[in-house]
């Protein structure tokens, strides 16, 4: 089982030197997840990632994995050799077997949920799509009807001669 962790900090937008948007952070914490669950709930914030404002800090991510951290961002607030310092000097080698094992497989995740994160991005871009295209449409069928309309009032004003 998994515990997934997401964090974004609080950010500020500057545009010339003036403070145009302020954002604040956001914390997540997910316990209990299937390795199929793990994907479909970090491909989310994958994908709130990629629909952010241009200076809103992201989403970084932090995956345990039966109490051992298998992913962590921040590499400045996190050493993942930190959990081998008391480790006795004979349990060593299997702890890295272990921890290399999990980082293996992590990164399988990490690719699948990217993978599902595109998927859903390029489903939402072809909903916009669509949705842009019926509106297109609308706004030519009402822009029709109004000239239609002016037409008959001109038509009504001025006979045979238009």
């Excluded at 997401?6 to 500057?14: D, I, M, N, T």
């Excluded at 842009?132 to 001025?158: D, P, S, T, W």
């Amino acid at each position: 089982m998994y515990l997934f962790v997401a964090f974004k900090p609080s950010s500020k937008e500057y545009v010339r030197g003036c403070r145009v948007g302020t954002y604040s952070e956001d914390f997540q914490i997910t316990n209990h997840l299937t390795e199929s669950q793990l994907i479909a709930r970090w491909a989310d914030f994958l994908l709130k990632n990629r629909n952010l404002d241009s200076q809103e800090a992201p989403y970084e991510f932090w995956i345990f994995k039966d109490g051992i951290a298998v992913w962590a961002e921040m590499s400045a607030y996190w050493d993942g050799w930190e959990q081998f310092k008391s480790i006795p000097p004979w349990q060593e080698e299997e702890m890295i077997d272990t921890q290399e094992k999990e980082e293996k497989a992590i990164r399988e995740i990490y690719s699948q949920s990217c993978e599902f994160a595109n998927k859903q991005y390029t489903i939402i871009l072809k909903e916009k799509q669509l949705a842009n295209e019926a509106e297109l449409v609308r706004h030519e069928a009402q822009l029709k009807e109004i000239r239609l309309k002016q037409y008959m009032e001109l038509k009504k004003e001025f006979g045979n001669e238009i």
